[in-house]
């Protein structure tokens, strides 16, 4: 069989690496190629492909800012194709990212040149500029989802009257996750549409909210973030306002789910009292279920509940939440050496950490100790032999290093230490999935959970928040947990309260109704 | 509180500032996205960021409101060439023994040499010495008043000393009720707005007044009475089609003129003094720039007309001190005047030889003209670096920091987009971009004139500072 050589040289054009490895695997894939490469013309880059016996005279006056797609196949034809298909894999990327343009657009107005109907602005930029970039945008007529956090209060309240002013919408500071016209931005989970509309103050109880109601049938309508302040008296739910005044004006929204942590009781009120006319129920974590709340409102303490409450509204039937995959509670707690009584949860979620503080307090004896405490006298360091939740998310743990919800990688010397300890008896993890997060987290973090179960290790009690519709496939992820031992919950909530239980040797079955 | 309807998007088209992940995000699920290279604004110091976080902030509504009326004046409105008069008879509060000169406010003393040479020339054309050495103990003397021409609704090119007696462009801006004047241009050579004051230099001054300005009436006179006043920025655009920028080089646009008025020159007859006058006019390539500076006035008087705004409404340079105007305020925030970078000099002479930027021909880059029609300007991009690529990028930095794009001044080569219009000192700030000036260069002392050309730079602190006025001014209200 005689081999054909073929090289595309580009003069002046440089690609990222992961571009050109991208054009290379397109390259590599394609019928009837023996070996492919698409890189920039150094030195050492063409000396291998003079070796390989690519002609000289295709590469005369080749220079390192040069790139080239270079092919060894079986024909002309199969060289050409793979060639093709390869310029089209690697330049596409680069015009999908900046349309009709050699270059990105470096600012909000030349982004608005290329795409004058653009009407949702992502924000991520240092907490220095973010609100001069959050305030040009709403000046440009576009919603804001501002993830970017360290913007001062004075910042946020400036902010969030602008956009009353413009009519739009300025999700955050520190707002992760949003979903508007179908699209989930930053991190957010795949769910149906349905007539559940989500306000959420941070991010992973967004999530939560969302994927409980696409799990459960029925299917959400747009998700709102506010940013974890936006419920302080100081702030006073600006941002609420707006949500829910959108909320009630979207024809697609039938119910509003509202969850957060306990808002200023005089905030709590106001956010609760603008509902007036479309059914609410707000999910307060924690929260005293006594509190009165305006007609039409229904509170709940959970996220579990939140969601309960709002089928209900819906007249949806009630799932089972108590399902479990895995071993159960009986036999992970005969599983436990008797020495193994901790329990250790190593979150991801903010707002997951803090349910499952939340029901560890109404269903575990012992007091649970956390650097992100609802109790402050229950923060960290916590005395010797205590239980102990981490919020791996927050700032004294991502430091230099990815959060935990991009990068299971981030946790797992946690986890080996939480192993170390022998009088550890529950490990409890969140695994979050959607966009944004780690294409495989389960994946990642099996064998290590494997190796520390292993000879009467800790027991270790996980709950995916995923939907199937979600890119890792929540189903896919269960299985790959349970496959190494892990016992799986259905909510957050029930993880926790399934901790619990493992640690304080309580075999009767939990039926604590949400 | 709210003033608008709030409506959620029905489709998602989404602009990502920050993280390249969340683009990725959300291209994965189907949305249009476009991705912003972000990088840390040019202005990145504390009170600036600050400053400017503010004025993006909830006062932005208002400032939309007064930029939107802003935009329509400088675009819309048609300033026609209604006369040419000695300035003493049209230019309001022209003292009988003053001097009007580019740029802001200045005391003799720190007036520069080109300047002093051209104010010396300028005296002894008026008749208030006999020649420059007694000029001078006038001027020294403080016996001449000086003006800002800006601020007398005149400007004036280069080291233009303008005295009373001086012929000048009357435009008329008739939508705001505005007119703004500017010096019949004296032409190459000898001349005093290069900072000579030789004998030929007084003589061009007296030429212009003795001989050229009441033929230039003939000929106005005589066009309005065939066509109507010229409409002078419907004759830029047209310019800016042939390959002008209209500040720079107006040679297509004052070959279109000179087309119009050739009727009546030739009726001027083909006494000495005419022919004299034919002489100037053909050799005078930049004859319509000062047309064009009257007009463009014009249009920035009726900007300042409207309070609250955020564009720039003068920016002038006497050869000491720049200054630039915000709005409706009568303020000038002023820096040093910058050198003149990126020149080109003649044989024999460098940046030492160089005065600083003088001026007040920027006022053509505040409408659309100049640096914002470069991109359509072989002429300017063979002095901007020599490609047409170097021209466009002069027009797209002005893009970065201008409001809006003119619906008359076209550029062929660029798909006949609108060349950039209002510039925003909040973008200016932001971004870093100065509104460039195309100029020439005076020789600083000798009184040799023109010794090259090249790009001015506005310094970055006075737009500053109206930036941090604007905080006053809302402040105030």
Known sequence: ?514 | MSVAQRELPTEANIINLGLPLFAEAVREQGATVTHVDWGVPSGSEPDVVAALTCSYGVRSVAFDVANAEVIARLDKASPVLTAVAPAGDVIPRLGDRMLLHAGPPIEYESVCDPLRRSMRAAVVAEGWAIDVDGAESLLASGTVLLGAANDHDTVVPMATALGPTTPVWVAENREAGTRGFAPVNQGPGEVPWFGRETPAAVNRLIFLRDIAQPRLSRILEGLAESKGPLDIMSMAAQGVQMGDDVHMRTQATTNLLVREMLPFIAALGDDAASLEFADYLSKNHLFYLTIAMAAAKSLTLSAQQVPGSTVVTSMARNGTTFGVKIGASPVWHITDAPPVADALYYAGFSDRDAALDIGDSAVLELVGLGGAAAAGSPAVAAFLGGSMADAARATDEMTRVCLADSTRFKIPVQGFRGTPLAVDVRKVVETGIRPKVTTGILHRSSGGGQIGAGVATAPIEGFRAGLFALDDDSAGM
């Open chain 1, 1 to 514: 069989m005689t081999t054909t050589f073929s090289i595309r040289l580009f003069k002046d054009t440089y690609l990222d690496s992961v571009l050109q490895m991208s054009g290379t695997r397109v390259l590599e894939e394609s019928d009837g190629v023996t070996w492919g490469s698409s890189a920039m013309a150094t030195p050492a880059n063409i000396e291998t492909l003079l070796q390989r016996g690519f002609g000289a005279q295709d590469l005369d006056g080749a220079k390192p800012g040069d790139l080239f797609i270079a092919v060894e196949a079986s024909d002309e034809t199969a060289a050409s194709d793979a060639a093709t298909r390869a310029e089209a894999a690697m330049f596409s990327s680069r015009r999908a990212a900046t349309p009709g343009l050699d270059q990105a657009p470096i600012s909000l107005d030349q982004a608005l040149r290329l795409e004058p109907s653009a009407n949702i602005a992502i924000i991520s930029v240092p907490g220095d500029y973010a609100a001069l970039e959050a305030n040009k945008a709403l000046g440009r007529g576009l919603d804001v989802l501002l993830f970017s956090d360290n913007v001062s209060r004075a910042d946020e309240i400036a902010l969030k009257d602008h956009a009353a002013a413009r009519g739009r919408l300025v999700m955050g500071p520190g707002a992760g996750t949003a979903m508007l016209a179908g699209i989930g931005l930053a991190f957010a989970n795949v769910v149906s549409p349905g007539p559940v509309g989500v306000i959420a103050a941070a991010g992973t109880g967004a999530q939560e909210a969302m994927a409980l109601c696409d799990r459960w049938g029925v299917g959400v309508s747009q998700v709102i973030g506010l940013g974890g302040r936006d419920l302080n008296e100081d702030i006073g739910g600006r941002m609420a306002a707006l949500a829910i005044e959108a909320l009630k004006a979207d024809p697609t929204t039938e119910v509003i789910l509202f969850v957060s942590k306990p808002p200023a009781p005089s905030v709590a009120q106001h956010v609760m009292s603008l509902a007036n006319g479309i059914p609410m129920v707000a999910a307060f974590m924690g929260v005293d279920l006594t509190m009165t709340a305006p007609a039409g409102v229904v509170l709940a303490d959970t996220l579990e509940g939140g969601v309960l409450r709002t089928m209900e509204l819906l007249g949806r039937g009630a799932p089972d939440t108590s399902v479990t995959h895995g071993p159960t509670i009986a036999e992970a707690i005969d599983r436990l050496p008797a020495e193994r009584t901790l329990i250790r949860g190593l979150f991801s979620g903010g707002t997951l950490c803090y349910e499952a503080l939340v029901l560890l307090g109404k269903t575990y004896p012992l007091p649970v100790y956390s650097n992100t405490p609802i109790d402050k006298s229950l923060g960290l360091p916590a005395p010797d032999g205590a239980s102990v939740l981490l919020d791996l998310g927050e700032e004294e743990y991502t430091k230099g290093r990815p959060h935990p919800m991009i990068d299971p990688m981030a946790r797992i010397e946690q986890l080996e230490q939480a192993a170390a300890d022998p009088r550890v008896g529950v490990i409890l993890l969140d695994v979050v999935l959607g966009y944004g997060a780690h294409p495989d987290p389960a994946g990642v973090l099996v064998p290590i959970i494997r190796e520390i179960m292993a000879d009467g290790g800790p027991q270790v009690v996980a709950y995916v928040l995923g939907t199937d519709q979600d890119p890792q496939h929540f189903g896919a992820q269960v299985a790959k947990l349970v496959e190494a031992g892990c016992l799986v919950t259905e909510t957050n909530a029930r993880a926790a309260i399934a901790a619990g239980a493992i640690a304080s040797r309580d075999r009767v079955k939990r039926s604590l109704s949400l």
